[in-house]
Structures are given as C-alpha cells and as structure tokens.
C-alpha cells in the first residue's frame, strides 16, 4: 500500500509551474491552460486558470506524490485557497530572471508557510548555480533547512532533481514528527 | 447545497465559429468609464450586455470576461467586482477537462444551480466567456438562442 502525499506547485506567474508538472508527472497532466491576453502576452503564449494535475511515483510503488499546480497571479489566488488544504509540502517556484517577480513572491511565500505550516523546497527556474539558488530563496524568506534546487524546468531531468529534494523534505518532515515511513 | 452542472457533449459548441480580437486590457469596463473612452465599443459592448438581459424574462446581470480571467464588460446591473471574471475563467477551465469524464471534447455551458438561482456560463469562442445570472423559472432554451445571436458581437469585444 502507497503512501500518498500531496504538494502544491506554486509561485509567481511564467515561473515555470506547469512546466515542472508536465516534466515529472507520470501520469497526463490535467491543465487549465488558455491564451494570454493584454501584457501578459508579451511574457507568455499561455497560462493556466485554474490548476494543473500530475503525479509520480517512486519505482517502488511505496510512495506517490500529487502534484496540484496553482495559477501565478493574484486575480487566481482564489485557486490557490482552495487548493491547499491538507498540503505536504509546498513546491515553490521561481524565475531566477523574472527580478521584478522576486519582492511579491517572498511575500506570497512567507504567507503561505505561515499559514500552512508545512515544509517547502524553493525550485530556483533558470539557474544552475546552487549558491545563487540558496541566496535567492533566503532572501524570500525561507529558512536555512528549507531546500532550493537551481533548475531548468523545460528538462524533465532537472524537473526530477526538484522531485527528489520534494521527498527528501517529505522523509525529514516524517523523521521529525516520528512518522512511519511505509 | 448549491450544484454545479457541465453541459457538454462530443459535438462543436454552437458558438465555435466566432473568433475574438487579440487585445484585451486590464479591468471592467462600465458605462461611466466608456463615456471618457476614445473607442465607442466598450459603451457598446455594455448597452449589448444590458439589451441581453432584459430580452429574457429572469435574466438579472451578464458579465463578458476573457478566458485568462480579465473582465471586459458588465451589465449596469451588475456590482464592478474583480473577482468575478477570474472566477469565470477559472470555472470555464475545469470544466473544460471535467468534459472528458462524459467523454465530451467541446464545452457548451456551464450551469451552476444554486439557491438564490442560476448562474448560466458560456464560452464565446476561444476567447471569450459570458455569464448570466438568471432565476430558476428561466427560459433557457429561448435565452440560448438569444446569447447566440449576441455572439458574434461577443466574440469580437474588447473594452
């Protein structure tokens, strides 16, 4: 019997959420995804409106993650609510390019983990280096143990790196609250 | 307990063939800011949301949101809320995918049967979803013909 957890794929709009689902999930994807219009074109051909579904699966078959993506931008928050109840581990993504996206995501981040109470990994979009990836994700607030990945999210290879620090988190969460692990 | 009903089957939507314009702005438009607007469409586009809602008997507010969530146009009726075309676009993009459970390819309408009324919503092409608040003892099928006949005004709003 597997044991599922579920984690929230979250973080400023063109971050690259989806594409970090549609890189891991082993499953098809469930998205939302429609047309930009107005500025937002400009960034992106598409965005996601409501949420998007993946999941994965360690070979084993013992431990399965749920993977709900969140739109980007604050008209959507609502979505976001809805979709957080009983998270995990929140998944949050960033451009490292986007600089104009990085002051609300801190605050975005910090309030989430406030109120959700839950570990994070910080998936740091377009970047390979792990001291930049680390100093981008304290200065949005996380802590010293929270992880983050530098990444490129159009790799599934890199998208799975983040995969692994997720359960890594989760198997520490669990050694902390001296959860059995399956 | 209200209930949210996906209308859908595995043929085209009635309203498929209209096509919208490319640029959409940020916000509402409403009657008094379309009166200092160089265009007169958005003034238009609201005159064409009030005329719909009183064609039917039981219609109370329509809203023309784009499909990525920005409001384009409201019924006077209607409170100047944000939120509401995000919500739409939201709504109208599940449903999209909760279509494939029926095994349905194209959405037709969205119907949330709640118990103050009905909150009916379409989308207008690939671009554009309208919503209409409506009472229970509506005529549907006579206010399907008459959002059809808007549609193509519809398809093509910009505000």
Not at chain 2, 60 to 71: H, K, P, Q, T
Not at chain 2, 140 to 158: D, I, K, P
Request: hydrophobic content about 45%; some cysteine.
């Amino acid at each position: 019997m597997s044991q599922v957890f579920k984690i929230l794929v979250t973080g400023p709009f063109a971050a690259g959420k989806t594409s970090m689902i549609q890189s891991v999930s082993q499953t098809k994807v469930i998205s939302t995804d429609v047309m930009t219009s107005g500025e937002e074109s400009d960034v992106k051909s598409s965005t996601t409106v409501a949420m998007d579904f993946g999941t994965y699966q360690l070979p084993e078959g013992d431990v399965r993650l749920l993977l709900f993506g969140t739109p980007g931008q604050s008209r959507f928050r609502f979505m976001t609510n809805i979709l957080k109840g009983e998270v995990d581990v929140v998944a949050f993504v960033i451009d490292a390019e986007a600089f104009e996206t990085h002051a609300a995501a801190g605050v975005e981040l910090r309030a989430l983990l406030r109120d959700l109470r839950v570990p994070a990994v910080i998936a740091v979009n377009r970047c390979d280096d792990p001291v930049l990836a680390r100093r981008l994700a304290r200065s949005l607030g996380a802590l010293d143990g929270e992880a983050a990945v530098p990444c490129q999210l159009i790799d599934p290879d890199s998208g799975r790196e983040v995969v692994v620090e997720i359960l890594l988190t989760l198997l520490a969460s669990m050694e902390s609250t001296n959860i059995e692990v399956a | 307990m209200e209930k949210v009903k996906a209308v859908v089957d595995g043929s085209p939507s009635f309203l498929d063939a209209f096509v919208s314009s490319p640029s959409i702005p940020d916000g509402w438009t409403t009657s008094a800011e379309s009166s200092t607007a160089v265009s007169p469409t958005p003034m238009s586009m609201v005159d064409e949301l009030d005329e719909l809602a009183q064609q039917v008997e039981g219609v109370r507010g329509a809203i023309l949101a784009s499909v990525d969530g920005f409001g384009l146009a409201c019924s006077t009726s209607m409170a100047d809320e944000p939120a509401h075309p995000a919500m739409l676009a939201a709504a109208v993009g599940l449903a999209q995918q909760l279509a494939a459970i029926g095994g349905g390819n194209s959405l037709h309408q969205l119907v949330v049967d709640h118990d103050a009324g009905l909150l009916l919503v379409w989308p207008i092409g690939t671009q554009r979803v309208l919503a209409l608040l409506a009472s229970t003892r509506v005529d549907q099928r006579r206010l399907r013909a008459v959002v059809q006949s808007h549609a193509s005004t519809f398809a093509g709003a910009v505000a």
